[in-house]
């Protein structure tokens, strides 16, 4: 009997110990979703990229207007046209189709591609920010993406204020 009461009283100790020990626990939240987006390392991303593939976007542009100018040709001058030339227009077209699409996907591809390795980039930006904030406010814990996070633990604006004067 003496020693289950004292064992109730070891681990009653032990719970009170650790609550005590809880309290001390600082946890932070950040919305990485929301720093990719309002950042100015993002934003600076972003203008890379169009500047980086805005002579590629162009010329499909320039590559869809032809061949609209075509298909209008056909479509407004087909029935006057001898059949070699409307069979001759017809390939033309079929052909720059085909163009236009393989570059548009090899452009998207591109694109995809160098968004993510940029993107690796900027998170691996975000996480030393963040492990930074956590170091000089002693947090123990900074989880990402909460479902809710009051203001009290919430630190996105605290590393979005670090990011913007990063970037001046």
Known sequence: MKTSL?????VGLLAVVSVANA???KIGVVD???LLEESPQAEAL???LDTEFKRRSEE???????????TDKLSRDGAVMSQSEQDRLEQDIRTRRRQLKSASDEFREDLNLRRNEESQKLRRV?????HQLGKDENIDLILDNAVYAS????????VLDRLRRQAR
């Open 6 to 10: 004292l064992g109730l009283v070891f």
């Open 23 to 25: 309290a001390d626990v």
């Open 32 to 34: 990485v979703s929301k």
């Open 46 to 48: 972003r203008r890379q």
């Open 60 to 70: 499909l542009l320039d590559m869809q207007k032809q061949l609209k100018k075509l």
């Open 126 to 130: 975000l996480t030393e920010v963040i």
């Open 151 to 158: 203001g009290r633990v919430n630190l996105t604006d605290k």
